[in-house]
């Protein structure tokens, strides 16, 4: 999992990197707020960021606005890392955007115990929008399926909201959970197997 680790203190933002690659993480760092705010909006943002609230270009707080501003299926967790531990400045830093805080100098072991908090956070945040994505899907087909279909009069093929013709068969398949098993109805019975009506009825 990806960390990102925007701290401009080079002794502290050496140790954080230490800390991080020692537990696994791919760590990402850099010495600015603004770095860090380039790095979070890209497509494939770290799912972890430790910002520091006192850093050159944007502040920690500033890039953790921005960040929950910014539209995202999947939001990262945001840590700040700050000397200040007075109640109304982690009010302050929550309320920007913020899900948790570490003071300097940092414990490894609390630390460590926040980013596995994050982790789980972030992997749930993850499986619930998958879970929505998959209702939607749900949701799109059933209306595909009340809707008006148009089916070719000769053929009699569907043709589906990608402009593409399929089978009766192939349809149903795909836009719903139903399980197709060929059998005869008692016409097709009659008209194209005749001696086995006979033979069942003698018998």
Request: with cysteine.
């Amino acid at each position: 999992m990806k960390v990102l680790i925007a701290e401009d203190d080079v002794t502290s933002r050496t140790l954080l990197e230490l800390c991080l690659e020692k537990q696994g993480y791919e760590v990402l760092a850099v010495d600015n707020g603004q770095e860090a705010w380039n790095l979070m909006r890209q497509d494939d943002p770290p799912a972890i960021a430790i910002l520091d609230w006192m850093m050159p270009g944007l502040t920690g707080l500033e890039v953790c606005r921005r960040i929950r501003e910014r539209a995202s299926d999947n939001q990262p967790y945001l840590i700040l890392l700050t000397a200040r531990d007075e109640r109304a400045d982690l009010l302050t830093g929550l309320d920007s955007g913020a899900d948790d805080y570490i003071t300097k100098p940092f414990d490894g072991e609390e630390l460590s115990a926040r980013l596995k908090v994050g982790e789980r956070i972030h992997g749930l945040q993850a499986s619930l929008n998958q879970r929505l994505r998959e209702l939607q899907d749900a949701l799109s087909q059933i209306k595909a399926l009340q809707g008006v279909l148009p089916i070719c009069s000769y053929c009699h093929k569907i043709r589906d909201d990608r402009e593409v013709w399929l089978k009766l068969e192939q349809y149903i398949q795909e836009h719903s959970m139903a399980r197709l098993s060929h059998s005869l109805c008692p016409e097709c019975q009659a008209r194209y197997y005749p001696e086995s009506i006979a033979a069942s009825e003698e018998a």
